[in-house]
């Protein structure tokens, strides 16, 4: 059997063929004006990926319910788009689509993790606020079984605007503690009707969506699932858990999963260490493999589940280790921060003149001192994680507006900038003239 390469070409179960192992994973964008239509910004982005060289691009959060944004510019398609929406929808599809590149639409809820900003009292599976300080986040409402069925539906509604405008994909987010994934958490779903408590239960939101999404985009289109591997808190869900979800999904037809973990109170997605120091973390075996990749060990074991293709994101910045990832069974290696400074990064890969990416959260991770990222004060930590995580938005406003990015940019910096346009975005929400972060 030949060696599979990150030059390999994919089929996957619906027929569509990527034409090789490497995507571009979802990272937030914040391009969309406040009323949540793609901008110029948007399309220059995809633009430079899709000459990259990934075979895949999944967009950051494309929100199904405009009061639960993920954060302030995300696209949002709640209803069918306005003739403006639509052309602006259609651009961006055809610029991510070029190339021979497939380009999926990451359709999310972000459920409890709305920022207080946005909406006070976001909706949940139960009325369980994030346990972070710093009150960015409100008071969360327990949905009604009507609501859910209802948010449910808005789903399979995204995923049918998402063909008609011309992408070649979804990606369902159960993932990083968003909607879908604190339904299956169950320190953040305390039901006790038919979405909670057994895992099968809790499991009924992202199912029924898969399902039903199936049912309406027909068997050709491709479906995605990011799937936590595990929540890494005590009584989160549990990488068991995780293994039989994906074996569910399976049945169901899902093109390819890709395995992540972790939410916003345990950020692994991000290689941090959550707010408490005791809960699990990864598993990490001894090899060079597993230090590199967050979740190898899971997508190994999960491999020996299912036969699904599995897509592993998390941490891979070699070649030798993507090409390890590969031997062991996975089907897609995923990268998304490498990509936020050179959004042709990949290329070098796939032409074999680098055989490293660069590991830009090394350089935001190791500010040393009492106010840095690893300071002993909860508040300061949490400051500092999410400025470092804003420092990669700030340089897609960069790039966006046709700028360079700017590697040596303060995180702090980036955090005043990115929460100042954020207020004005939902500012003009609430009644003002649009706005564009570009």
């Excluded at 604190?182 to 199912?207: H, K, T, V, W």
């Excluded at 300071?375 to 700030?394: C, D, E, H, M, N």
């Excluded at 790039?399 to 346009?421: F, H, Y």
Aim: proline share 7%.
């Amino acid at each position: 059997m030949a060696t599979t390469t990150i030059q390999t070409p994919l089929t996957l179960p619906c027929g569509a063929v990527l034409k090789n192992r490497l995507a571009k994973a979802a990272m937030t964008e914040g391009l969309a004006d406040s009323r949540g239509v793609p901008t110029l910004g948007l399309v220059r982005l995809y633009e430079g990926w899709a000459q990259g060289g990934c075979g895949l691009l999944i967009t950051g959060n494309v929100i199904i319910d405009a009061d639960h944004l993920e954060r302030p510019g995300n696209v949002i398609l709640s209803a069918s788009p306005t003739p403006e929406a639509e052309a602006a929808l259609r651009a961006w599809t055809q610029a991510g689509t070029a190339h021979g590149t497939h380009l999926w639409a990451q359709i999310s809820h972000a459920g409890r993790q709305t920022q207080k900003l946005v909406n006070p009292t976001p909706k949940a599976p139960s009325a369980v606020k994030l346990g972070l300080p710093g009150g960015q986040f409100g008071e969360p409402q327990a949905m009604s079984a009507e609501e859910v069925a209802a948010t449910i539906s808005a789903y399979v509604q995204a995923a049918r605007t998402c063909q008609a405008v011309g992408f070649t994909g979804v990606q369902i987010h159960a993932a990083h503690g968003y909607l879908l994934s604190s339904f299956l958490n169950p320190l953040a779903n305390q039901r006790s009707d038919l979405y909670g408590g057994p895992l099968e239960n809790r499991a009924r939101p992202l199912l029924d969506v898969v399902r039903q999404t199936r049912a309406a985009v027909g068997p050709s289109f491709a479906i995605g699932v990011k799937l936590n591997s595990s929540d890494f808190q005590k009584g989160g869900l549990t990488t068991e858990d995780s293994v039989q979800v994906a074996k569910w999904l399976q049945e169901l037809g899902v093109d390819l999963l890709e395995v992540s973990g972790g939410n916003y109170e345990a950020p692994e997605m991000m290689g941090m260490e959550g707010l408490d120091p005791t809960a699990p973390r990864p598993t990490k075996s001894a090899s060079t493999l597993a230090r590199e990749a967050y979740f190898i060990d899971f997508a190994r074991a999960l491999r020996r589940q299912v036969t699904m293709p599995i897509m592993l994101t998390g941490g891979l910045r070699t070649l030798s280790g993507m090409q390890a990832a590969l031997d062991e069974g996975v089907d897609v290696i995923g990268i998304a921060r490498p990509l936020t400074i050179d959004l042709k990064a990949a290329n070098a890969l796939l032409d074999g003149t680098q055989d490293h990416l660069p590991a830009w959260e090394q350089q935001l991770q190791e500010r040393p001192g009492f106010f840095g990222p690893k300071s002993p004060i909860k508040l300061i930590r949490t400051i500092q994680g999410f400025a470092g995580i804003y420092w990669y938005y700030s340089q897609f406003y960069r790039l966006g507006r046709g700028q360079p990015a700017e590697p040596n940019l303060s995180p702090l910096k980036a955090m005043g900038e990115v929460t100042g346009l954020s207020k004005r975005l939902i500012q003009a929400r609430r009644g003002g003239p649009p706005v564009s972060p570009v």
